[in-house]
């Protein structure tokens, strides 16, 4: 009896491995899906930060799409920090990443710049 108990305990590992890696082909090869590996086009956006906000407030992209966010620093000094994704770009610099989640993130500046700092927030809506 123990001989078969041991059996049916292999046979049940088999079939969770095997159910396991069906799962991941099936994840990978689904046709018109949203995919996560930045097969998506580069998407690029410059964002103008002053002293009033930025002057873009909602950054729109498909999930998949590698984004590219350059800030320039027309006053003062800020950065742009995307919650929920942890990327940050400081002025004058570029960040590049693939938005692999989707919803809506928020974004500020991350640098105490004064009285107007709150009013530097803006929008990543992955779809
Ligand atoms: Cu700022």
Same mark, same amino acid.
């Given at each position: 009896m123990?001989? @078969?108990?041991?059996?049916?305990?292999?046979f049940?590992?088999?079939?969770?491995?095997?159910?396991? @890696?069906? %799962?991941?082909?099936?994840?990978?090869?689904?046709?018109? @899906?949203?995919?996560?590996?930045?097969?998506?086009?580069?998407?690029?956006?410059?964002?103008?930060?002053?002293? $009033?906000?930025?002057?873009?407030?909602?950054?729109?992209?498909?999930?998949?799409? $590698?984004?590219?966010?350059t800030?320039?620093?027309?006053?003062?000094?800020?950065?742009?920090k995307?919650?929920?994704y942890?990327?940050? #770009?400081?002025?004058?610099?570029?960040?590049?990443? #693939?938005?692999?989640?989707?919803?809506?993130?928020?974004?500020? %500046?991350?640098? @105490? %710049?004064?009285?107007?700092?709150?009013?530097?927030?803006?929008?990543?809506?992955?779809?």
């Amino acid at each position: 009896m123990k001989h @078969s108990k041991r059996i049916i305990a292999v046979f049940i590992m088999l079939a969770a491995i095997f159910a396991l @890696s069906a %799962c991941g082909k099936i994840e990978d090869k689904a046709p018109g @899906s949203a995919n996560s590996a930045g097969n998506g086009p580069v998407k690029e956006f410059t964002v103008h930060a002053r002293s $009033t906000g930025y002057d873009v407030q909602e950054i729109r992209v498909n999930q998949g799409d $590698t984004v590219q966010i350059t800030l320039k620093n027309d006053q003062g000094m800020h950065s742009l920090k995307i919650k929920g994704y942890n990327k940050e #770009v400081r002025g004058g610099k570029t960040i590049t990443f #693939v938005a692999d989640k989707a919803g809506e993130f928020e974004f500020a %500046c991350n640098i @105490s %710049c004064g009285k107007n700092h709150k009013l530097m927030t803006g929008k990543l809506i992955v779809k």
